[in-house]
């Protein structure tokens, strides 16, 4: 790579002299003509695995010179004397450190049937060296050299420096000598052949179009025309597939969907690690005491998962509805209204309580009660009563609801808790009016730090103060519980979404109701003495995989998409569909996970078919094409996070055997061996079928699904 090599030719033009030496004798010439001629540079005589390799040249009619080439990789050439061509593609690839996950993620490509057949072929018309989103076709000429070394006669291991300086200097994340994601490099490499390899020397401009209801087809096979426009070359023939993208704004509902391009599938390993969670569930509309429930979730699930265990538990009926909550210091934390909330996000120490009620609750306005003990002072805040207990949670169907609606509502989620002895009390107050002087005050009483203070209100507004006979006393407050207002019946309330009021507890209202219900709120979950057993992550498969990626999920708060009608980023729910699958299909099982506080890997074991790959059920388009795949290459990797070891499964198609590639140890592998638990990557090639005989049984794993 990148010398040139200077050759003098002296041939003697006597036509007596033809084809002999200098002393007279015969020349003895050696045609080497193999079913794929190697080629070094894009067409060019290549060098086997350190070994030269002979080519008789014809200069002229009649006269032929026996031309030997040296492999100057590294500096060294060794001759060699022409032998018998040996079975090609069972090199290995030596470590240069940490190295192993470029050997693997190169031996999967280098063991691809098509890329071989077309780098062992003439390719240097398609170099595309003008591309500015390209590496001037350098990364090309790297990686073809390579394979033609690999491909070559021989099994002397070969060290791949030339392609890893190339590798650094247009990648430099891959420079020097620590470990990398094999995916990562897979996913450079698909992507930087294409643009060196790409037929489109000028790539002209598309408007994309917004969706505006036509067919699928047809707009499925514009956005193909428009990609193949500027996109064309052998990676967009092999390894480009179509899915379909849907977006759906969760506020207007609109709808926009897209035809994306894909060389890859990065699946999710579904979890099936479970975790026990206890829920209070209370009745928001004031049927019945709390109840602790306790269901077993999957420990990477979500808060959907969550609501459904407790559906089934608590026997919902139909058109009822769960409001998930967090309580902290006696007061809501946090509404787990997001369904796609994932578990994890709740530690065991919390306490989650759920709202039972009658329909659903989008776009009502909530009426949260607090609970402050009157009777027990808080010495830090003077002597205002300590919070206690759990909040209560009802839906207002009035937008701008009255005292009266207020105290109605905070009667009825409180009558539960009604004690039986006091029932005749409770009628006695009703009619004489207990809790109101004559000066207008309550005898509960609200102090100088019950005081309203406007500024710390918010846009909550609160109008009327005339007097009534109340029940008991309530507050408004605001969202911070930094002040405190009392409400009367005539009293009109104007806020956001959720009312926020302080019940105060005196001895009467102990009296009338039993608070102890709503106190010693259970734990997500008790630690017991001794540790628990840890539940085993079972196997998947590889249908549960790809599944779990065509399931509907909502955008990451990072990747909030621009609604055209709202005119604003809003968190959408995206759903995928295949629509068109390439030739050579690559999965990628996300075994690595991220995030600001934890990293963690998977060895979940994934049972994928190594023949007969049907994935037609999957596929939206149906134009009567094959989607049958047989696996050829896996990339694995086995350790941990620190670091690892990568090695790569292949199979010699015209062999039918496969070979274990560990650097550049190369061995004979069972079929039955290739399946573990460190299969990182998959690689399958599409199986063109004639019939279902040709087929024969489909994988256990898809049957069983």
């Not at 707009?219 to 977006?247: F, M, P």
């Not at 690690?273 to 602790?292: A, K, Q, Y």
């Amino acid at each position: 790579m990148d010398q040139e090599i200077l050759l003098e030719l002296k041939v003697d033009s006597s036509p007596s002299q033809s084809g002999k030496d200098s002393t007279g004798n015969e020349l003895a010439l050696v045609a080497l003509e193999p079913p794929r001629s190697p080629m070094s540079i894009a067409g060019g005589p290549a060098m086997s695995n350190g070994h030269s390799s002979s080519y008789s040249l014809n200069l002229w009619p009649g006269s032929a010179v026996n031309s030997s080439f040296k492999d100057m990789d590294d500096g060294f050439g060794v001759h060699s004397s022409v032998r018998r061509v040996e079975k090609g593609g069972l090199a290995g690839l030596q470590n240069m450190g940490n190295t192993c996950f470029m050997n693997s993620a190169l031996q999967c490509l280098l063991h691809t049937p098509q890329l071989v057949e077309y780098f062992l072929q003439d390719y240097s018309e398609e170099i595309n060296t003008q591309n500015p989103l390209g590496m001037h076709g350098e990364l090309a000429l790297a990686f073809g050299d390579l394979l033609r070394k690999l491909w070559s006669s021989g099994r002397t291991a070969i060290a791949p420096r030339v392609f890893k300086g190339k590798l650094a200097l247009f990648a430099p994340q891959f420079s020097g000598y620590n470990q990398h994601d094999s995916q990562e490099l897979l996913a450079f490499l698909l992507d930087g052949l294409h643009e060196d390899l790409n037929r489109v020397k000028q790539k002209p401009y598309i408007e994309m179009k917004d969706w505006s209801g036509e067919p699928d087809e047809e707009v499925a096979d514009e956005c193909w025309r428009n990609h193949k426009t500027r996109n064309d070359s052998v990676i967009v023939d092999v390894c480009q597939g179509q899915y379909k993208s849907t977006l759906v704004c969760p506020i207007c509902s609109k709808i926009s969907i897209t035809f994306d391009p894909f060389m890859y599938l990065s699946l999710p390993l579904p979890s099936t690690v479970t975790r026990i969670m206890t829920v209070t569930v209370f009745h928001g509309d004031g049927s019945g005491l709390p109840m602790p429930c306790t269901v077993s979730v999957l420990k990477h699930g979500n808060c959907r998962d969550l609501g459904q265990a407790l559906d089934s538990a608590c026997g919902l009926k139909s058109g009822e509805s769960l409001l998930l909550a967090e309580v902290y210091d006696h007061k809501i934390y946090r509404m787990l209204e997001n369904p796609f909330e994932p578990l994890v996000s709740i530690k065991d120490e919390d306490h989650i309580v759920a709202y039972r009620f009658c329909g659903k609750g989008a776009g009502r306005k909530k009426l949260e009660i607090v609970h402050r003990d009157k009777c027990t002072p808080d010495i830090l805040k003077g002597n205002v009563g300590k919070y206690f207990g759990t909040p209560l949670i009802t839906y207002m169907d009035d937008d701008s609801p009255s005292g009266a609606d207020i105290y109605l509502a905070a009667s009825r989620l409180l009558s539960p808790l009604k004690r039986a002895c006091a029932s005749t009390m409770a009628h006695s107050g009703e009619e004489n009016g207990f809790l109101l002087e004559a000066n207008g005050e309550t005898s509960s009483g609200c102090n100088g730090q019950c005081e309203p203070r406007d500024q710390s209100m918010g846009n909550t507004e609160l109008e009327g103060t005339s007097s009534q006979e109340l029940p008991f006393q309530l507050f408004l407050t605001d969202d911070r519980y930094l002040s405190c207002k009392p409400i009367f019946k005539d009293s009109v309330i104007k806020s956001g979404n959720r009312i926020k009021v302080v019940f105060e507890w005196t001895e009467k209202e102990q009296k009338l109701y039993d608070s102890s219900n709503l106190k010693d709120l259970p734990e997500v979950y008790h630690k017991t003495g001794y540790r628990a057993k840890k539940t085993r992550q079972e196997a998947v498969s590889l249908f549960s995989c790809l599944e779990a990626f065509l399931t509907e999920e909502p955008l990451g708060p990072d990747d909030m998409w621009y609604c055209p009608s709202c005119k604003e980023h809003r968190q959408a729910t995206k759903k995928l569909d295949l629509w068109m699958l390439p030739d050579i299909l690559v999965f990628h099982l996300k075994r690595f996970s991220y995030s600001r506080y934890l990293k963690n890997k998977l060895d979940t074991f994934v049972d994928f078919p190594v023949h007969n790959l049907d994935l037609s059920k999957y596929v939206k388009q149906k134009d009567g094409q094959s989607y049958t795949y047989e696996l050829y290459a896996i990339s694995n990797h086995y350790g941990g996070l620190g670091g690892g070891h990568y090695t790569a499964f292949a199979k010699l198609i015209d062999d039918n055997r496969w070979y274990s590639f560990d650097d550049s140890r190369v061995s004979p592998v069972n079929e039955a061996d290739i399946k573990t638990s460190a299969a990182y990557v998959l690689f399958y090639r599409r199986v063109k079928t004639e019939s279902k005989a040709e087929l024969g049984e489909t994988s256990q794993a898809h049957a069983g699904l």
